[in-house]
């Protein structure tokens, strides 16, 4: 299989846009939520121990044996930082500089998120935690759960988040979450970018233990590389803005080959409905406009933000997670669409008609999404016949590998 090296083009609203998409946990972040500063009480630490006896994953003292260098990480708390905060569903662990991360249902534990930059091409051959100190806390604490993702709007207020536990996870009775540290690594093409996440909280939520980690040393092994960087752009995104009038979007970089393009109106300055419309799909770019349902007069004049996604067909993995990218070829009957790689569960699936060839106004159409496929087709506007040419449609499946 071939490897890319990946370069990605993201506005800020586009990223938060795809990390609420795909799912709660997103491809290359976990998601993370502020400490909080209201008064609780504190741990009540037990006897210091070397961390070499939590048997936690993540913990190796020994460098690797292939030739390298390497960066160090300290980190350090005093017990006394630590504060317990009571809700309903148990309790919050918080410190100052931490924040708090897991998967909905799982123990909310804090995290501790470390950013190490390299100049130029580094190639990052493990992180390791090689030695610390850890206590026990002398009380048993029940963990509330993280709350499940809630809907925002700016015209609701936001809902109280429902946390409710995972029942397979609070009847373990080992660690959670078992390894001290993940780690992900990326690059601009003139520096490598590591961002480590460190648990200094590991919780047994069977039965409520706590062990508190107060410092460790991360050793960040790596070599450095000199030859030239090359990359193919896989993905891009942005945001654009049209009324119903067609508007160019120029990629910032050309892609090898024309990529599959989902887009999606962000905004309602105006008030008839519509829809996105899409054309002249190309290596460097498309055309891209608003486009209003039949009922109403057709005009669009005020400018809606439209955010897309352009990435390059294929399967993509990263951290346990499956995106697959592709087009189909459909008119108004339905089209099966068989993933190339399977998820273990029914994915996330967006599409967008991506042409123009018919110009009675359409929309696209899904049923029957499985971990396999799903079904689409070009549904016309219910002021038409019904029948449409075929169209082309790009759609992006996100979801956990199988």
């Not at 991360?101 to 909310?108: L, Q």
């Amino acid at each position: 299989m071939k490897t890319h090296k990946l370069r990605v083009y993201v506005t800020p609203i586009l990223l938060l846009l795809v990390i609420l998409t795909i799912s709660p946990i997103n491809l290359w972040l976990p998601a993370i939520s502020k400490s909080v500063g209201n008064p609780g009480r504190q741990l009540k630490p037990g006897c210091i121990k070397d961390l070499s006896e939590l048997k936690a994953k993540g913990f190796s003292p020994s460098p690797p044996a292939a030739p390298h260098k390497t960066r160090r990480i300290n980190f350090q708390l005093n017990p006394k930082d630590y504060v317990i905060r009571e809700l309903k569903e148990g309790f919050l662990i918080d410190a100052p500089g931490l924040a708090r991360t897991s998967k909905p249902g799982a123990p909310e534990l804090p995290v501790k998120v470390f950013e190490v930059t390299f100049k130029g091409n580094v190639e990052i051959i493990d992180v390791k935690v090689v030695k610390g100190r850890y206590f026990e806390n002398l009380d048993k604490i029940p963990i509330a759960p993280c709350p499940e993702p809630v809907a925002w709007s700016p015209k609701k207020s936001i809902p109280t988040p429902w946390r409710k536990p995972d029942e397979k996870v609070y009847k373990m009775k080992k660690i959670y979450p078992g390894s001290l540290l993940k780690y992900s690594v990326g690059n601009d093409g003139k520096s490598t970018r590591l961002i480590v996440w460190f648990y200094p909280i590991q919780y047994v939520p069977a039965d409520g233990k706590i062990f508190v980690i107060t410092e460790a040393t991360i050793n960040v092994y790596y070599t450095e590389k000199t030859e030239t960087w090359e990359y193919e752009t896989l993905m891009q995104t942005g945001v654009a803005h049209a009324t119903d009038k067609w508007t160019r979007v120029t990629f910032q970089e050309p892609f090898s080959t024309t990529p599959v393009i989902v887009a999606q109106i962000m905004s309602e300055k105006g008030t008839d409905n519509c829809h996105i419309d899409l054309k002249n799909p190309s290596t460097t770019g498309f055309y891209v406009r608003v486009e209003e349902d039949l009922k109403e007069n057709g005009v669009h004049k005020v400018r809606e933000a439209i955010a897309w996604i352009a990435v390059l067909p294929g399967v993509y993995r990263s951290e346990g997670k499956t995106v697959v990218a592709g087009t189909i070829s459909a008119n108004q009957e339905w089209t099966h669409v068989s993933f190339p790689a399977n998820f273990n569960s029914t994915p996330v699936i967006i599409a967008t008609i991506m042409t123009e060839n018919g110009g009675d106004p359409c929309y696209v159409d899904m049923r029957n999404a499985t971990a396999t496929g799903f079904d689409v087709r070009v549904e016309e506007d219910p002021l038409k016949d019904g029948k449409h040419i075929k169209e082309k449609i790009g759609w992006i499946a996100f979801g956990e590998k199988a």
